[in-house]
């Protein structure tokens, strides 16, 4: 059987600004829930002139023991972007601002008039949208105006984090919200593709929840490097050139979304804040690993080469972290590195969780691992926001989300390793759900960017 590529042009934004803003460590805070009552005019929605881009371009690659319902097996490269598109623009209307008017949608958007009404059409035909008669005006003359919005009651998408230790499986509906979230010990397999195997069975039994369902597209977010085909290489788990996307693809029978993780952060920070569409910031993650991602102009640039690698960066020297002296960033603030200084210091724990316990609970041991590891970061946050100068820092993962009272640590850490005089650094949205939202984001991303004919692949 047939397994389909799909790629997509390579994305070279243009450079940002640069400009520093000023501003302290930022707490997160929660997203709001879309509103579906009452109708209202929209904020304005940006709409860059852009060079159109083809639509999927599909490649044959191979072949599959397993069908989904087209017969074929899909996987494809993510643009990670908000879509310029008209229908991927009406579609973000009615996402954020729904239930909305096409007049008013057309208002902000930028498009004219017959733009919208075209697009809201076919994406009513297709049943992304619904219109809703119980918010027409009262007392209209002649054909009755009624709003839309998006039709989140039918559809969703699973999306797949696999990490080192852990992998989430979420599903999401069509607002990017989780509605059901599992999580399993990462597999540990004879080939990396029995780990894939197992991971996406679980994926298939867990979505037996929702029998209802038209599950449109998996996304899968993962470390390393993600080439062409979903294909990755990932040091850590020790795999190189493993078919994660056909792979889960075949399983599940569904069409399948691979993205590095970190940049798949980078897109959900988007889609938390799709207003912040002018800015260009810097997100960098830390957990079990550690990585950054650098979006510009409502896009996150994806280098041909990868991702850029920076758990080998030099720490310096430590009084807690790192006792086997290794001198890497990620050996010295991943979780894993934070149990063994604990350990070194005498604490007996096996997880980075158990850590944070004993400090919240006054440990003093525990504390300065933590703040250390706060500085270490720091540290490293100043210097490649230099690099890059983006107008804002944004730090995501639990190393940052699951310590907040070791944030002044970290802005310190920053305001002394920048040659910036004040950086603007914010805490991730995502919060301690950073993973789902990302693999959440690679599982909408067809269908954000071109829901039409992303639909069509799943017919």
């Keep these: 059987m047939t397994v389909i590529t799909t790629t997509f042009p390579a994305r070279?934004?243009?450079?940002?600004s640069g400009a520093d803003v000023t501003g302290p460590v930022r707490r997160p805070y929660a997203p709001r829930a879309p509103k579906s009552t009452p109708a209202r005019t929209v904020a304005p929605i940006l709409v860059r002139n852009r060079a159109r881009t083809s639509s999927l371009e599909r490649t044959v690659t191979g072949t599959a023991a397993h069908t989904g319902r087209t017969g074929k097996i899909y996987v494809s490269t993510p643009k990670l972007q908000l879509s310029t598109k008209p229908s991927a623009v009406v579609l973000r209307a009615a996402r954020l601002r729904g239930p909305v008017f096409r007049d008013a949608a057309a208002q902000a958007s930028g498009l004219s008039i017959s733009t919208v009404n075209r697009q809201v059409s076919a994406l009513l035909k297709a049943g992304l949208l619904r219109e809703r008669a119980d918010l027409a005006p009262a007392g209209a003359i002649g054909r009755p105006r009624l709003p839309f919005e998006l039709n989140s009651a039918e559809f969703l998408t699973v999306g797949i984090h696999i990490g080192y230790k852990v992998t989430s499986i979420t599903t999401h509906d069509l607002f990017?919200?989780?509605?059901?979230?599992i999580q399993i010990p990462t597999p540990a397999a004879d080939t990396p593709e029995q780990t894939l195997a197992s991971i996406s069975v679980s994926a298939k039994r867990f979505l037996t929840r929702w029998p209802v369902k038209h599950v449109l597209w998996a996304g899968v977010a993962i470390g390393g490097r993600v080439g062409e085909g979903?294909?990755?290489d990932h040091p850590r788990l020790g795999w190189r050139g493993v078919p994660v996307g056909a792979t889960i693809a075949d399983i599940t029978g569904?069409?399948?979304s691979v993205a590095s993780h970190v940049e798949a952060?980078?897109?959900a920070e988007l889609l938390l804040n799709p207003s912040d569409t002018g800015a260009n910031f810097l997100y960098f993650y830390a957990r079990e690993t550690v990585g950054?991602?650098?979006t510009v102009d409502g896009a996150v640039y994806t280098p041909t080469a990868g991702p850029p690698v920076i758990g080998h960066f030099?720490?310096?020297?430590t009084e807690l972290l790192d006792p086997k002296n290794t001198g890497r960033l990620e050996d010295t603030v991943s979780d894993t590195g934070v149990v063994e200084a604990a350990r070194a210091a005498g604490l007996a724990v096996d997880e980075a969780d158990e850590v944070h316990r004993l400090a919240a609970d006054g440990d003093e041991r525990a504390q300065a691992i933590l703040d250390e590891r706060a500085t270490v970061l720091g540290r490293a946050v100043g210097m490649i926001a230099?690099?890059?100068?983006?107008d804002h820092v944004v730090l995501g993962g639990q190393a940052f989300t699951d310590a907040p009272a070791t944030l002044p640590k970290v802005a310190a850490a920053v305001r002394a390793t920048s040659v910036a005089e004040n950086r603007d650094v914010r805490v991730s949205r995502s919060g301690a759900t950073v993973q789902q939202l990302a693999a959440g984001a690679v599982s909408l991303d067809a269908i954000y960017n071109d829901p039409i004919e992303a639909l069509a692949l799943t017919s």
């Design 292 to 294: 950054v991602s650098f």
């Design 230 to 232: 979903g294909v990755v």
């Design 176 to 181: 990017h919200r989780v509605v059901g979230a």
């Design 12 to 16: 070279i934004p243009s450079a940002g």
């Design 254 to 256: 569904l069409p399948v």
């Design 265 to 267: 952060m980078a897109a």
């Design 386 to 390: 230099d690099i890059f100068n983006p």
């Design 314 to 317: 030099p720490v310096g020297r």
